[in-house]
């Protein structure tokens, strides 16, 4: 249990890294990561397939952000070889003098060529 353990945060925490990183410099490319199957529920908007979810993120009110992840936690998933994250942190925008808090929960699925897609993706602002 420990190795698996293990192995479900590197890949958390991997992925994390990744994402934000092309959100953050390359967000049409975050279409890559979502297949048909994919949901974003941003703000309480659902969201299905990839065209809609990439269409959703690439035509947010901000062309410019910088994330700052505070915590990733990471879980297997009941689906076989699945993972789900939490991350919480920060969104920097260039107009805005404060940071926004926010949390984010994806659910990862193993693809046959080792990869993983978002199946399910949550996005909330966390105002205080």
């Known amino acids: 249990m420990e190795v698996e353990s293990c192995h479900v945060d590197v890949v958390g925490k991997a992925f994390v890294d990744h994402y934000y990183?092309?959100?953050d410099n390359d967000r049409s490319s975050l279409a890559?990561?979502?297949q048909p199957t994919s949901m974003l529920t941003f703000e309480g908007q659902k969201t299905f397939g990839v065209t809609d979810i990439s269409c959703k993120l690439n035509?947010?009110?901000f062309e410019k952000c910088k994330h700052i992840i505070s915590t990733v936690d990471s879980q297997p998933s009941a689906f076989g070889g699945g993972i789900v994250v939490l991350v919480s942190g920060s969104l920097q925008l260039p107009a805005e003098?404060?940071?926004?808090?926010?949390s984010q929960m994806f659910h990862l699925i193993p693809t046959q060529d080792g990869f993983f897609f978002v199946q399910n993706d949550f996005f909330r602002l966390n105002y205080g």
Request: charged share 15%; no cysteine.
């Open 21 to 23: 990183n092309l959100f």
């Open 32 to 34: 890559s990561l979502y």
């Open 59 to 61: 035509n947010l009110p």
């Open 97 to 102: 003098e404060h940071p926004l808090r926010f």
